[in-house]
């Protein structure tokens, strides 16, 4: 059986949307497997019978990578032997750079370079794919796990599932190891360092299709993503807020801030008297501060790539709303 995987860029953004978390019920003789990496958790439960639930949560926070390129440890990365890196791609190399700018090079030169194309028959190795300039998705993530490799780092490639709007497709995307952040996932079909809750890991290849009772995904657009050279891209530097709760009303009860932001994510902590909310993505966040559900304050805030901003919090009878 031969699976599609064909993924546009549209298909993914809308009306093909997204949340943070999605639970799925599943049965079969392949199913997906536990994984934890940087911006991707998925658990897997026994469930009665056969089935299992399974569930992602996904982060678009800031990698948080460290380090100059020139000091990564490559003594295990391993490209694919007969594989050279390309000249271009080994140009833009040489140029002092962090480790961060180069990972993200070689990630990029795959998701620019080499078309999709589910009807490609060809080889899907990494040198094939490069050379020809199209692929599938496989094809692109052997090329990107290649390239990645080439260039000093660690990387593989995952298989799994891709849940679109018509059901279940096999798919694959890659991991890297970078310093100071770990393995990070991404999906160059989709964009840099970016996967979503509909990406569905196995320990190998699906050859067979499990069954699916029931899909729970909350729904939220990527659009809240930055973009480098037009291409939906994960941060690697994130700004922070620090709230202050500086004077209250006197009554009993934890005071909570909430923070919803630019692609639906939602954090919360308790304000004893300070919480700071770290790997923030530029864009338009909204602050609730809360006691026992009640909202008693609201801000609306603004905040730019890197910056960090403090916010003292003021507790009142009546509830306040502030343009930040």
């Known amino acids: 059986m031969r699976f599609a995987c064909l993924i546009s860029m549209s298909l993914l ?6 949340g943070q978390e999605a639970t799925y019920l599943m049965a079969g003789q392949q199913l997906p497997v536990l994984k934890n990496s940087n911006g991707y958790v998925q658990a897997v439960a026994p469930q009665a019978g056969d089935w299992v639930k399974v569930r992602v949560s996904v982060s678009y926070g ?36 962090s480790a961060w700018s180069a990972a993200t090079a070689a990630l990029r030169w ?22 020809r300039g199209r692929g599938r998705c496989s094809g692109i993530a052997n090329a990107a796990a290649a390239l990645l490799m080439a260039a000093g ?58 069954q699916i009772r029931e899909i729970k995904p909350s729904e939220v657009s990527l659009s809240g993503l930055p973009r480098e050279d037009g291409i939906l ?3 690697n530097l994130g700004s922070e807020l620090v709230c202050r709760l500086v004077e209250t009303d006197g009554r009993e009860g934890k005071i909570m801030a909430r923070l919803s932001g630019p692609t639906g994510e939602v954090l919360s902590g308790e304000l004893n008297p300070v919480y700071r909310f770290t790997k923030l993505l530029p864009g338009s966040w909204r602050l609730e501060v809360e006691r026992d559900g009640q909202v008693l304050e609201r801000h609306r805030l603004r905040i730019n790539r890197g910056e960090t901003h403090s916010l003292a919090v003021v507790v ?7 343009d930040s």
């Open 13 to 18: 953004i809308a009306p093909f949307v997204t």
């Open 62 to 97: 800031a990698v948080g990578v460290v380090g100059r390129y020139d000091g990564v440890d490559n003594t295990s990365s391993l490209a694919p032997v007969g594989f050279e890196i390309p000249e271009g791609l080994g140009l833009e190399l040489r140029d002092p750079q």
């Open 110 to 131: 795959a998701a620019t370079k080499i078309s999709h194309d589910e009807d490609d028959m060809l080889p899907q190795d990494a040198g094939s794919v490069l050379q």
């Open 153 to 210: 780092f660690e990387a593989r490639t995952v298989s799994g599932l891709l849940m679109t709007e018509d059901g279940p497709i096999a798919h694959r995307w890659i991991e890297c190891n970078l310093p100071g952040a770990g393995w990070v996932p991404s999906d160059p079909t989709l964009g840099l360092w970016v996967l979503t809750p509909r990406h569905l890991a196995f320990d190998s290849a699906v050859s067979q299709l499990p």
């Open 233 to 235: 891209s994960r941060p």
């Open 316 to 322: 009142k009878e009546q509830m306040t709303e502030v």
